[in-house]
Nanobody, 123 residues
């Protein structure tokens, strides 16, 4: 059974940084994608970034390009989301998710979801 554990959220001032971690376990295939998604109060869940295990290709939402960086440590089965220059509009619950396929920002493709970690950016 695939399990995802997201961590690293917290309260930070605007302009600050946080690094989220997503520890994955129980997956059985080599080719998979892990994505980060977020959901702000009263808004729909949206894609933030994703990475393919096969070739390391990455994608970012326009709103986070140049500020966020996704990376993976395959030895630790962990994907990170380094978030710099945080803005109040980045406040949301951040989720990581996995599916067996190439990276996509479409949340409907992802079959397995972590529990979410709250990021709050104060102005």
């Amino acid at each position: 059974e695939v399990q995802l554990q997201a961590s690293g959220g917290g309260l930070v001032q605007a302009g600050g940084s946080l690094r989220l971690s997503c520890a994955a376990s129980g997956f059985t295939f080599d080719d998979y994608a892990i994505g980060w998604f977020r959901q702000a109060p009263g808004k729909e869940r949206e894609g933030v970034s994703c990475i393919s295990s096969s070739d390391g290709s990455t994608y970012y939402a326009d709103s986070v390009k140049g500020r966020f960086t996704i990376s993976s440590d395959n030895a630790k089965n962990t994907v990170y989301l380094q978030m710099n220059s945080l803005k109040p509009e980045d406040t949301a619950v951040y989720y990581c998710a996995l599916y067996y396929g190439i990276a996509t920002m479409s949340l409907y493709e992802y079959d397995y979801w972590g529990q979410g970690t709250l990021v709050t950016v104060s102005s």
